[in-house]
T-cell receptor, first 114, second 111 residues
């Protein structure tokens, strides 16, 4: 069956450290993968998109990698801050026709302690 | 731009009642989607649309109807509410197959 999985347990790290979140998928051939941030009581907010032919993408303190052989994406936040505390969702285009459909993982909650 | 707006913010229904969740966007986006979010389940796609007059089912369409008569509006109708439809509902729009812009959500409780 098709699945997209993120660590269900919360990730707790100290301020200033690098947070690494994992997104694994099976039985999909996505054209691209996206990462979103969601704060409690609010809608998700887009962070980064990485295409299947890209190995790495960066935006300020954020870095995303995409390994289509391992079927995995890693999301890194360097020099983390308490304000980075949120739930992070990965989502992929299931590789079907041009529909704009996204399939989401269940999200990983990050807690950055001062 | 207001972006994606959703109404109402909160709603309580009794089992068997019907209602419509409203979603509108002012960014002239072709793609619009409805998701529900339940604890531990992530976002699940209910219905989506690739343009006015075109809709299709997502992962969990049962019990919901949609229509897209204009580019701006994409209402979600609950035909006969059930407790299993208690959830937070998000509408999203996108200009292409990339970034999606989400609304603030509607928290629905069905008693």
């Amino acid at each position: 069956s098709q699945k997209i999985e993120q660590n269900s347990e919360a990730l707790n790290i100290q301020e200033g450290k690098t947070a690494t979140l994992t997104c694994n998928y099976t039985n999909y051939s996505p054209a691209y993968l996206q990462w979103y941030r969601q704060d409690p009581g609010r809608g998700p907010v887009f962070l980064l998109l990485i295409r299947e032919n890209e190995k790495e993408k960066r935006k300020e303190r954020l870095k995303v990698t995409f390994d289509t052989t391992l079927k995995q994406s890693l999301f890194h936040i360097t020099a983390s801050q308490p304000a980075d505390s949120a739930t992070y969702l990965c989502a992929l285009d299931p590789g079907s026709s041009n529909t704009g459909k996204l399939i989401f993982g269940q999200g990983t909650t990050l807690q950055v302690k001062p | 731009n207001a972006g994606v707006t959703q109404t109402p913010k909160f709603q309580v229904l009794k089992t068997g009642q019907s209602m419509t969740l409203q979603c509108a966007q002012d960014m002239n986006h072709e793609y619009m989607s409805w998701y529900r979010q339940d604890p531990g389940m992530g976002l699940r796609l209910i219905h989506y649309s690739v343009g006015a007059g075109i809709t299709d089912q997502g992962e969990v369409p049962n019990g919901y109807n949609v229509s897209r008569s204009t580019t701006e509006d994409f209402p979600l109708r609950l035909l006969s509410a059930a407790p299993s439809q208690t959830s937070v509902y998000f509408c999203a729009s996108s200009p292409n197959r990339g970034e999606q812009f989400f609304g603030p959500g509607t928290r629905l409780t069905v008693l």
